[in-house]
């Protein structure tokens, strides 16, 4: 089955202590990103990648880091996080690196930071 | 920079009614246009994608037009039913320079259609 897998879907951690959340992708899609959702603000944009080792920043990429190292894979990383950071994340892929086409998305991790 | 707006923000009808949903965005420099449907407590799930040399897209019971020109896109629904209930959102890409790839939502229509 085509997807997009995030983990983990729930977390719930301290400010400071670095976490990762992992997205993978099966459709061998060249294009990645990641989005988080705030009450009130919607949908915004983090980081996204156009293919392998090809990354650029979204709307909102201050405190995240991303990596592209597989095609399949593109993990979130927060170094240190904060309170600021408590949100609903997904993940999504397209065909192409342009991102022509349709985007598949994951089912979200809710991140609580303390 | 993008801004993307979607009116109604809320919207509540009788089965069987035929809807529109509207998206605006002030940028016409897009490469596409997306409409996605989001239901409670999951991602979401791409409706149409209407790239930016096309005016609409139909899909089973929707239909999407896309004017470029005046920065508008609507989202047709005919013959609502409560499985409808959701929050919709449009999303545009840019094509300007270093942002080529970044894509832009609105704030979403939450629907509720009921029996």
């Known amino acids: 089955e085509a997807q997009v897998t995030q983990n983990p879907r729930y977390l719930i951690t301290v400010t400071g202590k670095k976490l990762t959340v992992t997205?993978?992708?099966?459709m061998n899609h060249e294009y990645m990103s990641w989005y988080r959702q705030d009450p009130g603000l919607g949908l915004r944009q983090i980081y996204y990648s156009m293919n392998v080792e090809v990354t650029d920043k979204g709307d909102v990429p201050e405190g995240y880091k991303v990596s592209r190292k597989e095609k399949r894979n593109f993990p979130l990383i927060l170094e240190s996080p904060s309170?600021?950071?408590?949100s609903l994340y997904f993940c999504a892929s397209s065909f192409g690196g342009a991102g022509n086409q349709p985007q598949h998305f994951g089912d979200g991790t809710r991140l609580?930071?303390? | 920079k993008q801004e993307v707006t979607q009116i109604p923000a809320a919207l509540s009808?009788?089965?069987g009614e035929n809807l529109v949903l509207n998206c605006s965005f002030t940028?016409?420099?897009?490469?596409n246009l997306q409409w996605f449907r989001q239901d409670p407590g999951k991602g979401l799930t791409s409706l149409l994608l209407i790239q930016s040399s096309?005016?609409?897209?139909t899909s089973g019971r929707l239909n999407a037009s896309l004017d470029k020109s005046s920065g508008r896109s609507?989202?047709?629904i005919a013959a609502s039913q409560p499985g409808d209930s959701a929050t919709y959102l449009c999303a545009v890409r840019t094509v300007r320079g270093s942002t080529l790839g970044r894509l832009y939502f609105g704030r979403g229509t939450q629907l509720t259609v009921w029996p």
Do not use: G, H, K
């Not at chain 1, 997205?23 to 099966?26: I, M």
């Not at chain 1, 309170?83 to 408590?86: I, K």
């Not at chain 2, 096309?54 to 897209?57: A, G, I, L, T, Y």
């Open chain 2, 13 to 15: 009808v009788p089965e």
């Open chain 2, 27 to 31: 940028d016409s420099a897009i490469y």
């Open chain 1, 83 to 86: 309170p600021n950071q408590t």
């Open chain 2, 74 to 76: 609507t989202l047709y």
């Open chain 1, 23 to 26: 997205c993978s992708q099966n």
């Open chain 2, 54 to 57: 096309q005016r609409e897209q």
């Open chain 1, 112 to 114: 609580s930071i303390l």
